[in-house]
């Protein structure tokens, strides 16, 4: 089992930046694709960024196309979500999770999920 630590998260003005980092411990091996998730209040969650496990492919959803990133270092075994220009509709618990493939993730094959990090984009 992969245990996943999400940090980062608080709260920040309209237009601000935050980097959210999400660190795996137990039985990692750097073959996993690797995804941040989003839950906002009386939503659906929300895929918002994948990576490969070798970080060479990633994916953005549109509404965050050109101002997150996702990026990871495996000799680290973590993956950060760079997040620029953020709005507010950006607040929710943001989650990391480990894919069972190396290249997809999207919620059925999720193996490990992280316990959550709250971001409040908010004046």
């Known amino acids: 089992q992969v245990q996943l630590e999400e940090s980062g998260g608080g709260l920040v003005q309209p237009g601000g930046s935050l980097r959210l980092s999400c660190a795996a411990s137990g039985r990692t091996s750097g073959s996993s694709a690797m995804g941040w998730f989003r839950q906002a209040p009386g939503k659906e969650r929300e895929l918002v960024a994948t990576i490969s496990s070798g970080g060479g492919g990633t994916t953005v959803v549109d509404s965050v196309k050109g101002r997150f990133t996702i990026s990871r270092d495996n000799a680290k075994n973590t993956v950060y979500l760079q997040m620029n220009r953020l709005k507010p509709e950006d607040t929710a618990v943001y989650y990391c999770?480990?894919?069972?493939?190396?290249?997809?993730?999207?919620?059925?094959?999720?193996?490990?999920w992280g316990q959550g990090t709250q971001v409040t984009v908010s004046s």
């Open positions: 999770a480990r894919s069972r493939d190396s290249t997809n993730v999207h919620e059925g094959s999720v193996a490990d």
